[in-house]
């Protein structure tokens, strides 16, 4: 709550920009509470990453602020069941794998952005300096490798989605950005996907999430930047420049940032993408609770261990 009242404060014109001056008016009193910072930084008993994720909130687990190291796998987000007709193939359900590699996907990119940020790694590369304040190196690297990777996890949330409901199209046409909805000729957003569609008259809110998410990384979405961060990284290059973007000799094919703001605009790409998998997650418990209460049949539990447990690092605990 504090944070959030801060965060507020801090940005009041966004408030006006998507709520106007009525919602402002309404959150008067809440924006004017004064109540006591709570201090992440002195719990003693996180190492250096820990303190890290906390203070970002970048933990895969339903844990509101900090972390719950009282567990030895703390990123504790799973899909807890899935139920199938009885006449399914054997084996474990594919979405356990697609999620086990989103999972780590994310936390490989959490990772190489904490190594970046806070631990100095050590370079044989030599690189000419072009006197324009651009950092070159491993560390520069691995942050946008971690930027472009956390919008690939988005792509394959939907391509994860579409396995789930067993969605039409192409494979490799499947995007965060088409998935969820129909078109028209000129590529004017006509409505929901038709599958889509039904499960949302189901009532699956976490559905909608992910949708306004797409929305909102899309041109002139909230969150563009992040999409258009990504595609330079991916297409072009990307220089980030300490101190600001001064002078530099102008190419098409180099896209120039300053370094603090593609830091911090990291860090909430991370945090967008971890909302995004607790959507997804949601968004299949829903789907299956609807299922569970509509199974009349004798249902028999598939028990899928953890992997930890299976290669003897863990007690054993499973999903059903």
């Known amino acids: 709550a504090i944070k959030l009242i801060k965060q507020a404060n801090d940005h009041k014109d966004k408030i006006l920009r998507y709520g106007s001056s009525h919602a402002l008016d309404q959150l008067e009193e809440l924006l004017a509470l004064k109540l006591e910072p709570k ?12 303190l890290f994720v906390a203070q970002n909130r970048l933990a895969l687990s339903p844990t509101i602020e900090g972390l719950d190291i009282s567990i030895e796998k703390w990123d504790s987000l799973s899909i807890k069941f899935i139920i199938e007709k009885k006449n399914t193939e054997f084996g474990v359900p594919p979405i356990f794998t697609l999620f086990n590699t989103l999972k780590a996907e994310y936390l490989t990119a959490r990772f190489l952005t904490y190594k970046a940020l806070k631990e100095k790694q050590r370079d044989s590369g030599f690189y000419s300096d072009t006197l324009d304040y651009s950092n070159y190196g491993i560390d520069t690297s691995m942050l946008t490798l971690a930027q472009r990777s956390c919008i690939d996890i988005l792509d394959k949330i939907a391509i994860a989605s579409s396995e789930y409901f067993n969605l039409d199209g192409k494979i490799r046409s499947i995007n965060f950005y088409n998935r969820w909805y129909k078109k028209d000729e000129k590529k004017n957003i006509i409505g929901w996907a038709d599958q889509i569609k039904v ?14 998410l797409s929305d909102d990384l899309c041109e002139e979405g909230f969150l563009e930047i992040k999409k ?17 973007v001064g002078s530099v000799r102008k190419s098409k094919f180099i896209e120039h940032y300053d370094q603090t703001d593609f830091n911090n605009e990291l860090i909430t790409t991370l945090q967008v993408v971890r909302a995004a998998l607790f959507y997804f997650v949601e968004m299949i418990t829903i789907s299956e609770y609807k299922k569970k209460d ?12 953890s992997h930890h447990w299976v290669r003897g690092e863990g007690e054993f605990n499973f999903d059903v």
């Open 39 to 50: 201090d992440i930084e002195k719990k003693g008993d996180l190492s250096g990453y820990e």
């Open 228 to 244: 258009t961060l990504r595609n330079a990284s991916t297409h072009r290059f990307v220089v980030l420049h300490e101190g600001g």
């Open 294 to 305: 509509n199974t009349k049949s004798l249902t028999v539990p598939l028990i899928v261990p």
């Open 199 to 212: 499960e949302i008259d189901r009532g699956n809110y976490a559905l909608i999430a992910l949708s306004e």
